[in-house]
């Protein structure tokens, strides 16, 4: 059953109406669950673990299941080093929330891409603030995973949820378009930019398409686009244009390292020749 229900809160509580809506929904909601940390909704056969480190999040995220998901079994932790062989076997669906303040942020995507690798029959949702999208998209945009920003209307989540693999390699069009006022839109150098957008722009400016850059980094065409969009994002550039003028520009060849748009250097001489090569 995916019946939603339209409300007036984001999935994160960022504020204090969120908070509030929260906690009256828990607040009538008390008796269906059995505390943190065991199994908290009766199931019919799907089997969920939600990750926050935050309890209002979990709370929340309870009562959404209990109002629009009432099929899912659910387990919660406050990290994916609380996670058990038990749950990750069982689990059809992990909801894990990475925004705010992480310590490693990096060393946790790292370690959720390594889940997801080994447990490839789990939808793995990802709630990520602005601040950890570019990393997301480095690391956790995979066939079994899908990105949400955690200012998603709570509908958002359940759709995401109930398409399953449908949405998987999907990021939400929050994270996709950000805020014009975000301080991504301030940036106009590439010292921001990861090695895997760098890459992507280098190729681009060689000539390669999208699917010839995903055959050779053996990741998906919607991967490749995410990590281009994400450094056109931060970049400040609206078009492909304005791409290829920013790569063309002094500044672009400067800090991508490339002497001319459409020039061969010798380390992509290296990368092509393997790749390129009769099997």
């Known amino acids: 059953m995916c019946a939603g229900h339209e409300y007036d809160f984001n999935i994160h509580p960022g504020n204090d109406m969120a908070i509030k809506s929260l906690a009256d929904r828990?607040?009538?909601?008390?008796?269906?669950s059995t505390g943190s940390g065991g199994v908290m909704l009766p199931g019919q056969g799907k089997f969920g673990v939600v990750i926050s480190k935050?309890?209002?999040?979990?709370?929340?995220?309870?009562?959404?299941?209990?109002?629009?998901?009432?099929?899912?079994?659910?387990?919660?932790?406050?990290?994916?080093?609380?996670?058990?062989?038990?749950?990750?076997?069982?689990?059809?669906?992990?909801v894990a929330d990475i925004s705010g303040e992480i310590?490693?942020?990096?060393?946790?995507?790292?370690?959720?891409?390594?889940?997801?690798?080994?447990?490839?029959?789990?939808?793995?949702?990802?709630?990520?603030?602005?601040?950890?999208?570019?990393?997301?998209?480095?690391?956790?945009?995979?066939?079994?995973?899908?990105?949400?920003?955690?200012?998603?209307?709570v509908n958002r989540l359940i759709e995401v949820i109930c398409a399953g693999s449908r949405a998987a390699e999907q990021i939400s069009r929050t994270l996709f378009a950000g805020d014009e006022d975000s301080d991504f839109a301030s940036y106009h150098s590439a010292a921001m930019l990861t090695l895997s957008e760098r890459k992507v722009l280098r190729l681009l400016a060689k000539g390669w398409g999208i699917?010839?850059?995903?055959?050779?980094?053996?990741?998906?065409n919607k991967t490749i686009s995410a990590q281009k969009n994400s450094a056109m994002r931060r970049l400040s550039l609206r078009s492909n244009a304005e791409m290829y003028a920013w790569i063309n520009s002094a500044q672009g060849m400067q800090e991508l390292n490339i002497n001319s748009a459409y020039g061969e250097q010798m380390e992509w001489k290296k990368i092509v020749q393997p790749a390129m090569s009769p099997s």
């Open 26 to 32: 828990l607040q009538a909601s008390e008796g269906t």
């Open 54 to 94: 935050i309890p209002v999040m979990q709370s929340g995220l309870k009562v959404i299941f209990n109002e629009n998901l009432p099929d899912y079994e659910l387990s919660f932790c406050r990290s994916h080093d609380e996670l058990t062989l038990l749950q990750l076997r069982r689990a059809v669906l992990v």
């Open 103 to 153: 310590a490693h942020p990096r060393a946790v995507c790292e370690r959720y891409y390594s889940l997801m690798t080994q447990y490839r029959d789990i939808h793995w949702v990802f709630m990520v603030s602005d601040s950890l999208y570019p990393l997301a998209v480095e690391l956790l945009i995979r066939p079994e995973s899908s990105l949400i920003s955690e200012s998603e209307p």
């Open 211 to 220: 699917n010839q850059i995903a055959a050779l980094l053996k990741k998906s």
